[in-house]
């Protein structure tokens, strides 16, 4: 299983961004997807999760700001990040739970992507 994490870039405060992680490989189905992000020097922290019937969890700081949502379809979860702070600068990584082909199940890190706000 590869992940493919796309979408982040400099904004500005208050800019909005939308994060892509796609999945591709012996899929049977996504369980759950998860939205981390990581600044250097600091442990890497939930921003939101997606479970696979769709139930959605967010951080505290992430709360109103950001939306997560997954396209079963095509492999593929989002993170709409709307009113961004400078301190929302690091780098995201996904996470998904995955129903392997033929059988199993794992979770796969994507390789994130850097998302930078300036003030």
């Known amino acids: 299983v590869q992940l493919q994490a796309s979408g982040g870039g400099l904004v500005q405060t208050g800019g909005s961004l939308r994060l892509s992680c796609a999945a591709s490989g012996s899929i049977f189905r996504i369980n759950d997807l998860g939205w981390y992000r990581q600044v250097p020097g600091k442990q890497r922290e939930l921003v939101a999760e997606?479970?696979?019937?769709?139930?959605?969890n967010y951080a505290g700081s992430a709360k109103g700001r950001f939306t997560i949502s997954r396209d079963n379809a095509k492999n593929t979860g989002y993170l709409q990040m709307t009113s961004l702070k400078p301190e929302d600068t690091a780098g995201y990584y996904c996470?998904?739970?995955?129903?392997?082909?033929?059988?199993?199940?794992?979770?796969?890190w994507g390789q994130g992507t850097q998302v930078t706000v300036s003030s």
């Open positions: 996470l998904v739970n995955v129903r392997l082909i033929p059988s199993g199940i794992s979770d796969y």
């Open positions: 997606i479970t696979g019937d769709g139930s959605t």
